[in-house]
């Protein structure tokens, strides 16, 4: 395994420490110590891994980059927080509290959390959480860095080292918001840029709450942006959490998801990637407790030379929890998509049902699509289903729209947005439902 890369990350982790280690409390700290040490040990995933094999994070790293702490002081100042900077973000018909990351930090809302969620939700930095629920520390100890845990591969462990913000989205027992959160990842730089960010999400017991993900690139600089969020949904919560990439060419973007759930919970939680450059998105789930639902979901328009890399692992380790795994990918000119996912059920996990596809749509003679689903079973009271496909468009179905009056480029358009309705249908938001169908099939059209 190649290490230069990684030797010239610790290197300037080491030379920087006193910044990534400003305002953390104790077990942060060691988390980070933790950190170096797995990061030395496993080094950035390379395609000699299984789960890698198609995406070399290593390589990203061939160049040089610079960290926050290097920005000019008034960078961003002017971007923040204004009406013109929200204007991008408005999903029409859909009020939501929009909270901003600017590069690696926190930054605020665009309005007070009061005005728009109850009393007791708490939407900002660790430190200041931990300052209002001071009681709740026990319980942030037990999420964070247990659930992903640094030696879970290198990603993890680089974001564990390089984050210097939590930004935590907290929802009390009981608490049912009826308006999503909007988060926004904004990246501003005049030169190549690394950023790290953590998230921590925590519904208790009952709560309910719905988050959507967003990003956003202001300059022409190349960012490589490696996320990583903590998922703790409690006894009967239900979140719908929903990631929208519509990122430049020029953005490289790390993701791991790892989700915790207790007994009688539901999650719904897509990935829709309708433009990008380089995408590595790991999903980790766990069912903690009986009866649990996820609904996992993936979309993809794949243009131009982008890379995106998807991978999930969902863990059943208990009996009669659910779930359904649904990717499609639309790729077009020399873009390549990927497809890993696996599902493991316990020898005690009885009564399980698992669905897994993967489908894949060539709309160039240069895209290519690679899918691995897998399965691995231990128990035998389960209902389990896996399975990929590749092709192009129906050649029958292009016949026979264009035999009833409907021009080849039209009929290739609207058979290329019916592919992705069925992802898309699968949102629970409404009105970002149709926001989505809307990317689509502007996406399509616009290239007529």
Known sequence: MEQNNVDALLASYRANKGYFFKGHPGFILSNKKSAEECLIRYGLPTKKLEDYKRSDINALFNRPFHFTNELPENCCKNDVLTPQFFSEYVIN??????????????????????????????????????????????????????????????????????????FVFYVPKGVRIQHPLLIIQAMKAPFDIFVATRFLFILEDDAEANIILTDHSGCDSTFVSNRVIEVAVEKRAKLGLYDIERSKGNNEKLSTIVLRQQEDSHVTMGEYTLGNGFTRNNYRSRFMGERAELILNGLVLGHKDCHIDNFTRVEHVVSECHTDELFKYLLMDNAVGSFTGRIFIAQGAQKTTAYQQDRNLLLSPEARAYAKPFLEIYADDVHCSHGMTTGQLNEDALFYMQQRGIPEDEARIMLSIAFAVEVIERIQIPELREAVRTIVENDFYKKQ
Not at 101 to 111: A, R
Not at 125 to 151: C, M, T, W
């Open 93 to 166: 018909n859909l009020q939501t509290l929009r909270a901003v990351i600017m590069n690696d930090k926190f930054v605020g809302c665009d309005t007070e959390p009061s005005t728009i969620f109850p009393n007791g939700v708490f939407v900002g930095s660790l430190p200041n959480f931990l300052l209002q629920y001071p009681q709740k520390e026990a319980h942030v100890k037990q999420i964070f860095g247990r659930y992903a845990e640094n030696d879970i591969d290198g990603l993890v462990a680089m974001n564990s080292l390089f984050f210097r913000d939590v």
